[in-house]
């Protein structure tokens, strides 16, 4: 069964350093797609960034860079640069590959990293 | 370019009676998922709809149902609720050949 596992419950990071959130998937699929979402105390998913299994570069966008190492079955969010802002829940997620969903489809979501940024 | 909005923003309902949630999707866009978020969980997949038709389904009794009408947007139902349905409901959509799925801001429903 697909699964997604992040281990850090809580972080802490002082604003302006990098912190990396770790994310770790189980799939016996060669096809998938995986996500990060940061969810602040309003409740809305925000996508962040996206990384195919097929994808030879590492993903970025803007602050956000994916650490993808395939063969650990990792995926790693980095944030450089921390802001005040980017306190909030980080969820990492996989995207179930199935000729059964024309889009979309059904995202795995693991339990979340409360990330704390400190002045 | 108008975002994902769902309705009510939060619902208090007694154990036993009905709840219909409503979900408009990003514009241009023609699917749309349902989860389910617990207190401290990540979300959990309810069913996803697709040009009007349900072609996904996580693992949710039948009283959890749906719609999505010719403009996209969709009705989440869910019957004979339980206080274990108490959650943050959240909707996504997504436009065709696309990965991303954009959520809305969720409807928090308790159960009492």
């Known amino acids: 069964a697909q699964k997604i596992t992040q281990t850090q419950p809580g972080m802490f990071v002082q604003e302006k350093e990098a912190v990396t959130l770790d994310c770790t998937y189980d799939t016996s699929d060669q096809s998938y797609g995986l996500f990060w979402y940061k969810q602040p105390s309003s409740g809305e998913m925000i996508f962040l960034i996206y990384?195919?299994?097929?994808?030879?570069q590492n993903a970025t966008e803007g602050r956000y860079s994916l650490n993808f190492q395939k063969a650990r079955k990792s995926a790693n969010l980095v944030i450089s640069a921390s802001q005040l802002g980017d306190s909030a829940m980080y969820f990492c997620?996989?995207?179930?590959?199935?000729?059964?969903?024309?889009?979309?489809?059904?995202?795995?979501f693991g339990q979340g990293t409360e990330l704390s940024v400190k002045p | 370019e108008t975002g994902v909005t769902q309705s009510p923003t939060h619902l208090i309902k007694t154990r036993g009676q009905q709840v219909t949630l409503r979900c408009s999707s990003q514009?241009?866009?023609?699917?749309v998922s349902w989860y389910q978020q617990a207190l401290g969980q990540g979300p959990q997949f309810i069913f996803q709809y697709y040009r009007e038709e349900e072609n996904g389904r996580g693992n949710f009794p039948p009283r959890f149902s749906g719609l999505q009408f010719p403009n996209y947007s969709s009705e989440l139902n869910v019957n004979a609720l339980e206080l274990d349905d108490s959650a943050l409901y959240l909707c996504?959509?997504?436009?065709?050949?696309?990965?991303?799925?954009?959520f809305g801001p969720g409807t928090r429903l308790t159960v009492t």
């Open positions: 997620a996989m995207r179930e590959a199935s000729a059964f969903y024309n889009q979309g489809g059904k995202l795995i």
């Open positions: 514009s241009g866009h023609n699917t």
């Open positions: 990384q195919g299994s097929y994808d030879e």
């Open positions: 996504a959509s997504s436009a065709d050949r696309a990965y991303e799925q954009y």
